[in-house]
């Protein structure tokens, strides 16, 4: 019996290691430069503006990390909020606004927080989830407010709510768990390098 479950352990890793590895290798060119683009577009919006962040359930907790420690890096020297996650939870929703829909809730949100040269920034791992992102999305394009993407493969609904000038990074994986641990480390990658930004604009030579 121990051995069935060590052997279990071992191909359950190495199927997640070798899935983790696609969803990264098997990414072509385009994401990986997007991934650049998306970063440089964060930029623009700092420190004067914020980055608003909307994720799926699963990635919530995602979006809620990078605000954490995006905040943390700039707020002692901008003095003010840089980034700030709008809330999906649907019974908390349903509480605040009990006349309107998951979709019309979020747009209700993100029109509270957004201003000129804020950029917005949406993790999605189903399309199920992502459907509910459609009036938050229009309403973006309306203000001609950038939306940087990061969604799965498989997640077309999200491929046609975007537009051509909307920056998409498409993850190649078939494991909910690898999804969030690559976005994980994007999320790390964006927050470096707009810290490190952020402390070369802060630099003063004399």
């Given at each position: 019996m121990t051995d069935n479950i060590q052997q279990y352990f071992?191909?359950?890793?190495s199927r997640c290691l070798e899935d983790t590895?696609?969803?990264v290798t098997s990414v072509p060119q385009?994401?990986?430069e997007n991934m650049e683009t998306a970063?440089?577009?964060?930029?623009?919006?700092?420190?004067?503006?914020?980055?608003i962040c909307l994720g799926s359930s699963l990635c919530q907790p995602l979006c809620s990390i990078f605000t954490q420690v995006l905040n943390s890096n700039h707020m002692y020297t901008t003095q003010k909020i840089n980034a700030v996650t709008l809330n999906n939870d649907a019974v908390q929703m349903?509480?605040?606004?009990?006349n309107l829909g998951i979709e019309e809730s979020l747009k209700v949100q993100f029109d509270s927080v957004v201003k000129m040269n804020d950029c917005l920034m949406i993790i999605s791992d189903n399309a199920n989830e992502s459907q509910n992102f459609l009036s938050v999305i229009q309403y973006a394009h309306e203000c001609q407010i950038p939306i940087i993407a990061i969604n799965h493969l498989h997640d077309n609904v999200m491929k046609d709510l975007l537009n051509e000038d909307d920056i998409q990074i498409v993850l190649h994986t078939q494991n909910a768990a690898n999804f969030t641990e690559v976005v994980l480390?994007?999320?790390n990658v964006?927050?470096?390098f707009l810290r490190d930004i952020g402390n070369q604009d802060n630099t003063v030579t004399y």
């Open positions: 071992e191909s359950t890793i590895m696609t969803a385009e994401a990986l970063a440089a577009v964060m930029s623009l919006s700092l420190p004067g503006n914020k980055i349903n509480h605040l606004y009990p480390v994007i999320l964006f927050n470096v």
